[in-house]
């Protein structure tokens, strides 16, 4: 007979033993984002953690990505649901004018899940609520896997979700395995790049270090290539795409090769980009496409990374 294992589910606090040093740090990297944006179904980047709403600090504020103005706050408690986090949430999400509001909590009890509930049905389009429990399992012994429950969610979210699921093109799925096979290949690499789980479409995000600034694979079946780049977006990001450009010749060499600088003049966004011709469909192109990925990544990272960092922006022209 097959041998099962059993599951085992995890209190979080036996793995975060204190909720604001130690949950919500994990909940705003990249692992703990890409958990929370599985359970919401949306692609989240970090904005920043302790979020200032006058005297009082919002856990973690995230964006929904290529959605500029779309702000997500998170408020993170350990324990039953009560009445103070529900004010907190509210507060921080009016004050920072975000559109979703997540709740995680170990357990939500009957009167805050008809609570947010409510809050769904009154508050229609103009904001949504959702309340996630936290819990992890294993089996035997292997590690830990953190879990998001949805338990209150709004009605035209479930909706989304679930055609969603039903809609994904066969080219979405080529795309998605196409980045698994690029992911498990990066990693055989022991490569310290920050992977994400993939998704059915035609980009890859890896993170560089700085709020509205990414690293980006990208394959397009039709011209039958594929590309990394540096892409820029924000209000302010042509500022930004002007400083680095003003260095054209010092990345270009540090790169190796020439890169495509593009301002996309009408879009609050900028890309930088280099391009490799070939197929996904074609086995031994397949190959030497995930090879020039991941070298490609791995340069624009070297070389981006830090003339991003140190870029001197403003506060009013933060990137």
């Known amino acids: 007979m097959t041998k099962l294992g059993k599951v085992e589910y995890i209190e979080p606090r036996d793995l975060w033993p204190d909720e604001a040093k130690d949950f919500t740090p994990w909940l705003a990297t990249d692992e703990g984002l890409d958990l929370l944006g599985e359970a919401i179904n949306a692609e989240l980047e970090l904005v920043e953690t302790e979020a200032k709403v006058g005297p009082f600090s919002a856990d973690v504020l995230c964006r929904v990505v290529g959605e500029e103005d779309h702000l997500v706050v998170v408020e993170n408690q350990f324990g039953k649901t009560d009445h103070d986090h529900l004010g907190k949430l509210i507060t921080y999400a009016s004050g920072l004018k975000a559109k979703t509001l997540v709740w995680i909590a170990d357990a939500f009890t009957d009167e805050h899940r008809q609570a947010t509930d409510w809050l769904n049905e009154s508050k229609g389009e103009s904001a949504r609520f959702f ?37 994904v093109s066969a080219t979405k799925l080529d795309q ?12 055989s690499k022991k490569s310290s790049l920050p992977l994400r789980q993939p998704r059915p479409q035609h980009w890859y995000e890896i993170a560089i270090g700085r709020s509205r600034f990414h690293l980006s694979l990208t394959v397009n079946t039709q011209l039958e290539r594929v ?28 790169l190796g090769y020439d890169i495509e600088w593009q301002r996309l003049e009408g879009k609050e966004a900028c890309r930088i980009i280099a ?10 192109q397949r190959q030497e496409l995930k090879e020039w990925l991941h070298l490609s990544a791995e340069c624009f990272h070297k070389v981006f990374a830090p003339k991003v960092k140190a870029l001197k922006l403003s506060p009013d022209d933060e990137v």
């Open 275 to 284: 391009y490799r011709n070939g197929s996904i469909y074609n086995p031994i």
């Open 131 to 167: 309340g996630l429990e936290i819990y992890a399992i294993k089996i035997w012994d292997s590690l830990p896997a953190p879990q998001l429950k949805v338990v209150s969610s709004p009605n035209v979210w479930a909706q989304a979700v679930r055609e969603s699921k039903e809609e």
């Open 227 to 254: 590309g990394c780049e540096l892409y820029l977006h924000g209000a302010q990001a042509k500022q930004a795409f002007d400083l680095l450009k003003s260095d054209k010749e010092t990345i270009e060499k540090e």
């Open 176 to 187: 998605r395995k196409f980045w698994e096979e690029v992911r498990d290949y990066i990693k």
